[in-house]
């Protein structure tokens, strides 16, 4: 089963807004069209991501919510006879503006 790469945000990215659209690419040589699911929690639940394109290889996309600093999302194919590939993996940073303001204590 193959394991999706991924397009962007690139490795490491700091995006300042959430939910951020996670864009990649998954060459699926079998019959039909794979499905493409996406994780940001390790791996406990996982997402769909949209898969298009008429051939392989296909495109897919995602948009998934962050929370404030580095978050690892996972990638992974499950086939049409529903076998899960081993995930793929990118951490994207989410930089939050604080609103509070700082405080000086003499």
Partial sequence: IPTPTFSSPAERAQVSGTPV???GRVAYPGQGIP?????????ATWNS???NGTRSPYNWS???PLVPGGNPILARTVDVP????????RTIFSLVA???PLSIVS
Wanted: hydrophobic share 30%.
């Fill in 21 to 23: 659209v996670v864009t």
């Fill in 35 to 43: 499905t493409v699911q996406v994780s940001r929690d390790g791996g």
């Fill in 49 to 51: 991501a949209t898969v």
């Fill in 62 to 64: 995602a948009s998934v």
């Fill in 82 to 89: 529903g076998r899960q590939g081993t995930p793929a993996t």
């Fill in 98 to 100: 604080s609103t509070t």
